[in-house]
């Protein structure tokens, strides 16, 4: 496998992945978010970047069965029925809903690479099980959100440690470009638990905000084996192929 890591993505970001499967990382928080709400059953996710495309898609869904999702900065967008904190995609919200995710960091990203074929989500809490699903994949990109254009802390451990399990998987037969090789270095300086979180940047800004809950649910490695996966702007629980790798 050929896998190459891109640790942030700024404005002029552009990236061919019409013939590539794709991953999205994102620790802090919307990855984190839609694996819990897909973990706890949400039927679908649809990822808008502006509020107003995501108020006309959720009236269009139909509001009986579908929620809008979102913040501003941190804070939930106004009208808006859920934030971006994982903590609030419990069954009893979300179990069975549709819902339109908008956020001012992560959404940017399912944008750009809208014309992969399969774009999967991942964070710490299922980062093992989107390594497996991958698994049959002979080339790879693999995307870090980052903190609006920077690199952030936290996706650059969680890729390092994707990689680590992508090389378990596959054993020695992965070409990693310069970033992969750099993630997979920070990573091993790294104990992923809730004070490695709330010691990095943003982690330290959820803290001030009082989203303690969220550093508690984002830093929990392994807890899901669910996979988020993208297929034409519409996020679903990626579906196993009997047939061999996808």
Not at 58 to 67: C, K, N, Q, T, W
Not at 175 to 181: H, I
């Amino acid at each position: 496998m050929h896998l190459d890591l891109f640790l942030t993505v700024t404005e002029d970001f552009k990236l061919d992945v019409t013939d590539q499967s794709v991953v999205i990382i994102d620790v802090l928080r919307t990855g984190s978010s839609i694996v819990q709400a897909m973990a706890n059953g949400a039927q679908e996710i649809y990822p808008r970047v502006s509020t107003e495309e995501a108020i006309k898609l959720a009236s269009s869904l139909g509001r009986e069965d579908s929620m809008l999702c979102g913040t501003s900065g941190y804070t939930m967008t106004e009208g808006f029925d859920l934030g971006n904190s994982p903590a609030e995609f419990v069954p009893e919200k979300v179990d069975g809903k549709r819902l339109v995710m908008s956020t001012t960091n992560g959404m940017r990203v399912f944008d750009l690479v809208d014309d992969s074929p399969s774009v999967l989500v991942c964070s710490f809490m299922n980062v093992k099980a989107v390594a497996k699903a991958v698994s049959g994949e002979n080339s790879l990109a693999v995307v870090c959100v980052g903190a609006e254009g920077d690199v952030s802390l936290e996706d650059t451990v969680c890729a390092g440690l994707f990689i680590e399990c992508v090389h378990q998987q596959n054993g020695a037969d992965i070409e990693l470009n310069d970033a992969g090789r750099l993630a997979k270095s920070v990573r091993e300086h790294f104990k992923v638990d809730k004070e490695f979180l709330a010691g990095t940047e943003r982690g330290g800004k959820l803290r001030e905000g009082g989203f303690e809950m969220d550093l508690d649910l984002c830093s929990q490695v392994d807890i899901y084996s669910v996979v988020p996966e993208m297929k034409e702007s519409v996020v679903r629980l990626m579906q196993k192929d009997t047939n061999g790798p996808h």
